[in-house]
C-alpha cells in the first residue's frame, strides 16, 4: 500500500528553527508537495521538490532524499503566524497526490 | 471571482437527503478534483476530472457522484447522506493533470454534517 508518515504534532519558540519530516513509500514518485494549512482554511502550496537536494524559499526551505523516501521542511525565524499544519504529498506512478496527515505546529512565544 | 469557490460554506443534513456541493474556478484551469478531509487521516481524493467532459474515481468515490459539463465548474453529489460522509470537503483545481510539476490549488472548503 501507499503510505506517507509525519508526526502528529510538533511545538517550537517563536525565533526558533523547526525541521518536520516526512517519510513515504508510494507506488512510483512523481515530485513531493508541502502544502500549510491554517486552522478552518484551505490548504495552501508551500513547495515542490522532485530532484535530490534543497529547495529554498525565504524563510522555508524543503529537501528531498528520493533513495531514503524522505522529505523535510525547514522553517527558520519562526513567527506566531506559522502556527499551523503542515502537509507532505507525493505524487504517484498514476499523478495522484498521496497525502499525509499532517503535522500540527505550535509557535509558543 | 478569483481562484476556486465552494457553495455552501457549511450544511446540516439530514440521513437521507440529496445534495450537491458546488465548485466554480476562474482559472481556465483543466483539472479538477474533490477530497474529503477527516480528523487524523490525510486529505483523500473522491473524484477528479483531468478535462471537461470527463471524470474519474479517486481512493473513496462511493456515495458519490460528479459531473464535468464545462471547465469551469465541478459538482459534486451525495445522492442519499449518510453519517459516516460528515467531513470537510475540498474542491481543487490544476493547469494541467499529468504533469509532474502540476500544483493543485484548493478552495475555501464546505463543512457537511450529516445527522
Known amino acids: 500500500g501507499q503510505n506517507i508518515d509525519q508526526p502528529t504534532e510538533m511545538t517550537a519558540t517563536e525565533g526558533a528553527i523547526v525541521q518536520i519530516n516526512c517519510t513515504y513509500q508510494t507506488s512510483g514518485f512523481n515530485g513531493l508537495f508541502w502544502y500549510q494549512q491554517h486552522a478552518g482554511e484551505a490548504p495552501t502550496f508551500l513547495s515542490y521538490?522532485?530532484l535530490d537536494g534543497l529547495e529554498e524559499k525565504g524563510r522555508f526551505s524543503s529537501f528531498l532524499s528520493r533513495s531514503k523516501g524522505y522529505s523535510y521542511l525547514l522553517l527558520k525565524e519562526l513567527q506566531m503566524k506559522d502556527s499551523a499544519s503542515y502537509l507532505c504529498a507525493v505524487r504517484d506512478s498514476n499523478y495522484q497526490l498521496i497525502w499525509g496527515a499532517g503535522t500540527k505546529l505550535i509557535i509558543k512565544p | 471571482i478569483a481562484g476556486i469557490t465552494q457553495a455552501p460554506t457549511s450544511q446540516i443534513l439530514a440521513a437521507g437527503r440529496r445534495m450537491t456541493l458546488r465548485c466554480t474556478q476562474d482559472?481556465?484551469?483543466?483539472?479538477m478534483y474533490w477530497y474529503r478531509q477527516d480528523l487524523g487521516l490525510g486529505l483523500r481524493l473522491i473524484h477528479y476530472s483531468n478535462t471537461a467532459g470527463t471524470t474519474g474515481k479517486g481512493e473513496v468515490p462511493d456515495g458519490y457522484s460528479v459531473s464535468r459539463a464545462n471547465t469551469d465548474d465541478f459538482p459534486l453529489t451525495l445522492a442519499s447522506a449518510v453519517p459516516s460522509q460528515t467531513s470537510v470537503y475540498f474542491c481543487?483545481?490544476?493547469?494541467?493533470?499529468?504533469?509532474?510539476?502540476?500544483?493543485?490549488?484548493f478552495g475555501p472548503g464546505t463543512r457537511l454534517t450529516v445527522l
Open positions: 482559472m481556465r484551469h483543466n483539472a
Open positions: 521538490n522532485v
Open positions: 481543487a483545481s490544476s493547469e494541467t493533470a499529468g504533469s509532474s510539476t502540476d500544483t493543485q490549488y
